[in-house]
């Protein structure tokens, strides 16, 4: 089945530790997003890319960074994690503007 | 500016009709989408109105004014497992979402 995958599912980082979540898609959508979600909040836009076209949030810390290799997959990198970058991390993606986002499951990080 | 509005809980009993309303101010609109999210999981897609109007699907039907940067929700026949949070997210220039805060619907048995 065509499908948004991340891992890990759950990352635990120490305080400053770099770390890298990564999603894949198998649906080769054009548009992949990356999402901050913490508890009982909205899904934060942190960046998009649209194929390698790279569009950052102005409110995106700049400890967060992303990478788009291919189509299919996509790095979110925090260089120097705090504890508020603890969260629920989404990848997803869509074909074209306006579109269906299909979300991947998530990443769930803890920093200690 | 961008601003997006939704009330933050409902409460509905099972078999009941619910309406999530949705006003917006969103430079560069495309349309509207509306996304479910149970606890601890990711979001799903509802629907997407790009145009003004009624959408129907099944249970759910999206409504859009574009004049009136509102939009709706509509959930009939609701039943336990409707019970999550619903976001609208009105499209922002090209390929951009933002998500409102949020609505989270209660079903009563």
């Known amino acids: 089945d065509a499908m948004v995958i991340q891992n890990p599912r759950y990352q635990v980082t120490q305080f400053g530790k770099p770390v890298t979540l990564s999603c894949s898609q198998t649906l080769n959508h054009n548009v992949m997003y990356w999402y901050q979600q913490k508890s009982s909040q909205a899904p934060k836009l942190l960046f998009h890319?649209?194929?390698?076209?790279?569009?950052n949030e102005a409110d995106t810390p700049d400890n967060f960074q992303s990478r788009r290799p291919n189509t299919s997959f996509c790095f979110l990198d925090i260089r120097s994690p705090g504890l508020g970058d603890a969260a629920m991390y989404l990848c997803a993606t869509s074909r074209d503007a306006g579109n269906e986002q299909f979300f991947g499951p998530g990443t769930r990080l803890t920093v200690l | 500016g961008q601003s997006l509005e939704q009330p933050s809980e409902v409460t509905a009993v099972e078999g009941a009709i619910v309406q999530i309303n949705c006003t917006y101010q969103?430079?560069?609109?495309?349309?509207l989408s509306w996304y479910q999210q149970h606890d601890g999981g990711a979001p799903t897609f509802l629907s997407y109105?790009?145009?003004?109007g009624l959408e129907e699907t099944g249970r759910f039907s999206s409504f859009l004014s574009r004049s009136d940067s509102y939009g709706y929700l509509l959930l009939q026949e609701l039943q336990m497992k409707d019970s999550a949070s619903y976001f609208c997210?009105?499209?922002?220039?090209?390929?951009?979402?933002?998500f409102g805060t949020g609505t989270r619907l209660k079903v009563l048995a």
């Open positions: 109105n790009a145009l003004d």
């Open positions: 997210a009105p499209s922002s220039g090209t390929y951009k979402y933002i």
């Open positions: 890319y649209y194929d390698k076209d790279f569009n």
């Open positions: 969103t430079s560069g609109f495309y349309g």
